[in-house]
C-alpha cells in the first residue's frame, strides 16, 4: 500500500468513525422563551398557553381568545467535564468542554375570527455543541463540534366543533454544523494534523396538531414534527503544519454529509383541578435511531459513500407540571420531565454527544401587569446523566478512550413577556 492510498484509508476512518459521530451528535431542545419552560414543557401540546403553541401544537391556537406576541431571551450554558479512566494518548480530561449559548423565541397568534387561528414562530429547537481542550487525551475523536439550528415556523389552526380543533404547519429550518478533529501524525516527533469542516444548510418539514376539549376544564393534545433532511457539503479544511497534508495533494475534494433531525410524537393533557391549580403531563416519542444513521460521501480521485450506523436508538419522553395561581396577578409554575439516552451502550457512546438519560427540573413565575400584559421568567436545570465512554479505536488512529462525565448538566433560563391584542 503506497503513501497515498494509506493517508486516504486512514484519513476515510478519521472521518466515518470520529468526525461522522461528531456531526450525528445534537440534542432535542424543548426549551423556548414562553410559559410553559417553567413545566418542564409539560402539557406542550394541550396547554395553549401563550402564542408558542404555533409552534407546539397549531391546533391549540384556538384556546387563545385574542391575537398575541410572545417573545423572551433564552439562555444555555452547558457545563461538561469528562474524567478520564484510561486512554492510548495523553493529554488530560479536556476540561469544561461546555459554554453559553444566547438564544430566542418570537411567536405571534392572530384570531382571524371565533374558529380560525394563524400563526407564526422563529426560534430554535435542536443542536448544541461542546469545545474541549485541543491537546486532550480524546482528542482524535472530536475537539470542537457544534450543530445548531434556527427555524421559522408559520401555522393555521381550526375550530370544527365546540370539542374538536386541527392544526398544521411548515416548518423552514437552517442548520450550521462545525466541527474539528486531530489526524495522528502516527510517527514520533511529528505533529499533528487536524481537519476543520463548516457548512449550513436549510431544510424543511411540517407539523400537524389536533386538540380535544372534553369540557373547558380538560383538555387532550396530539401533535406530530416531522423530519428535516440536512445536507452538508465542505471541503475540509486540513491543517497544513500536519504532515498529513503531503499525502494528499488532492484525493479530498469534497466531504458530504447526510443528516436527519428526528420526528418526534408526543401527547398531552391539561387539567384545570381548580381556578387556581391546573395538571398537566406529556407522552412522547422521537425517531433517534434514523438520526444515528448519516449518510456519509468523501468525494476525491474516487467518490466512497457509506451510511454510518452508530447505533443510536429511539427515545421517549415523559413529563409532570403543575401551575399554581397563588396570588390574582401571580402564577408560578413547576415541572419535571424525563428522556430515555439515545445511546444504550458506553462502547456506542462519543464524547461528541455525552448524552446519557436526561432528566429536567423547572419552574417559572409570571406576574400580570394588566389585562394586555404579562411578563415571566423561568429556570431549568438538564441532567444529562454519567454518560461513559467506553471506546477502543484502533491505536494508531483515535486510541483507546474509557471515562465517564464527573459532570454534565445544562442550565437553561428565560424572561419572557405576552402581549395580548
Known sequence: ??????????????????????????????????????????????????????????????????????????????????????????????????????????????????????????????????????????????????????????????RLNDYLSLGGGVSVVGGKMDTKVAINALRPGRNDGSLKYEDMDIGYGYNLGVLLELSKQTRLGLTYRSAVDLNFNDKPDVNKDGWIINLLPDVLKNLSIDTTIPQDVMFSIWHQLTPELALCANLGWQDWSRFGKPDISVTGRQTRSLTADLKYRDTYHIALGTQYRFAPKWLASAGVAYDTSPIDKARNRSPSLPLDRQIRYATGLQYEINNDITIGGALELIDAGTARINQEGRPLLRGELKGKYDTNYITVFNMHIIWKF
Open 1 to 158: 500500500m503506497n503513501k497515498k492510498t494509506l493517508g486516504m484509508v486512514m484519513l476515510l476512518g478519521c472521518l466515518i468513525l470520529g468526525t461522522g459521530q461528531a456531526f450525528a451528535g445534537g440534542l432535542w431542545l424543548y426549551e423556548q422563551a414562553a410559559s410553559d419552560m417553567g413545566m418542564a414543557f409539560a402539557g406542550r401540546a394541550a396547554s395553549g398557553l401563550d402564542a408558542s403553541t404555533a409552534f407546539g401544537n397549531p391546533a391549540a391556537m384556538t384556546v387563545l381568545d385574542r391575537s398575541q406576541l410572545v417573545g423572551g431571551f433564552l439562555g444555555i450554558n452547558v457545563t461538561s467535564k469528562f474524567h478520564v479512566d484510561s486512554a492510548t494518548n495523553s493529554g488530560g480530561n479536556g476540561g469544561d468542554a461546555g459554554y453559553f449559548i444566547p438564544s430566542g423565541t418570537l411567536a405571534y397568534v392572530h384570531k382571524v375570527n371565533d374558529d380560525l387561528r394563524l400563526g407564526i414562530y422563529a426560534g430554535s429547537y435542536f443542536g448544541l455543541g461542546l469545545d474541549y481542550n485541543d491537546g486532550w487525551s480524546g482528542r482524535y475523536y472530536v475537539q470542537d463540534a457544534k450543530f445548531l439550528t434556527a427555524c421559522i415556523n408559520p401555522s393555521i389552526g381550526y
